[in-house]
């Protein structure tokens, strides 16, 4: 089975209103794919001081636009992620709707980015934001799909969690950074595919030097055999890539690491 995934690698500027109507643009321009996936944090600078004021509870502007769009197009729209606002709380939330516009999956980041890198990047998001508690996995016309958002990839334990739970694909909204993102993307998407057996789908917001916050950009795909399908550049892109399925299955019948876990020995060890 052949899946077009639409990745929507956006130029997120201090203007919310222009963010959200590119936003739209963008799923018109990547109308084609069966899949659309929005970058982390695409509405509002990625900035601790902009994520209650940017913020909205589901049902508002942005997420409005992204059901409106998947019931336009007939499409699944991952909506990369936004600052909810709940009650008063604020998540670093991704939102996922059906060909009818409908909200199917909601996930909220559940490992804050609080790193203080000696030279580098120094960021906490636990000052502004609450952690989500919850793995997801959500039905397709695909088949299951696992969603997480950029920091969350990094545990191995997630990804296994929601390749248990089925999910032939793992699609990662994320925001590395100028310190992090050379370091370890491509690494960690490719390792996650690997270990996992899964496609991974990481879509990134496009790199703006003059931010508060700059990204790495690199959106990228890797197939299960820990391959990459796709990887893109710094600048602002859309593109629609096409993957086969069903080779997650064929890999996982020829190399079947998931069957040959030994949990009676892990669970062993943790006690």
Not at 36 to 64: A, M, Q, V
Not at 101 to 111: D, F, L, S, V, Y
């Amino acid at each position: 089975m052949k899946v077009k995934f639409g990745l929507i690698q956006l130029d997120v500027s201090s203007d919310k209103q222009r963010n959200i109507e590119r936003a739209r643009q963008a799923i018109e321009a990547v109308k084609d794919a069966d899949v659309i996936i929005l970058p982390e944090i695409w509405n509002s600078p990625y900035d601790n001081k902009c994520f209650r004021e940017y913020g909205e509870p589901f049902g508002g502007e942005s997420t409005k636009m992204l059901s409106e769009m998947a019931k336009k197009l007939g499409k699944y729209i991952v909506g990369g992620s936004i600052p909810e606002l709940d009650e008063d709380k604020v998540y670093n939330t991704s939102f996922v709707f059906d060909r009818n516009g409908e909200m199917i999956a909601r996930h909220r980041k559940m490992h804050l980015f609080d790193i203080n890198v000696k030279g580098g990047q120094s960021f906490c998001e636990s000052a502004v934001l609450t952690p989500g508690k919850e793995v997801t996995v959500f039905d397709t016309d695909f088949g299951k799909m696992g969603l997480c958002i950029c920091y969350d990839y990094r545990f191995p334990e997630l990804a296994r969690l929601m390749a248990l739970k089925g999910a032939k694909t793992i699609i990662v909204p994320a925001a590395f950074n100028m310190t992090t993102g050379p370091a370890h993307w491509e690494i960690m998407f490719r390792a996650r595919s690997l270990d996992n057996q899964v496609f991974s789908v990481g879509v990134a917001p496009a790199r703006d030097v003059n931010g508060s916050y700059v990204s790495y950009a690199n959106s990228i795909v890797c197939s299960p055999w820990g391959d990459i399908v796709k990887l893109f550049d710094e600048k602002e892109r859309y593109e629609i890539v096409e993957v086969e399925l069903d080779k997650t299955s064929e890999i996982r019948e020829q190399l079947p690491l998931l069957k040959h876990r030994r949990e009676d020995v892990y669970i062993m060890a943790e006690k």
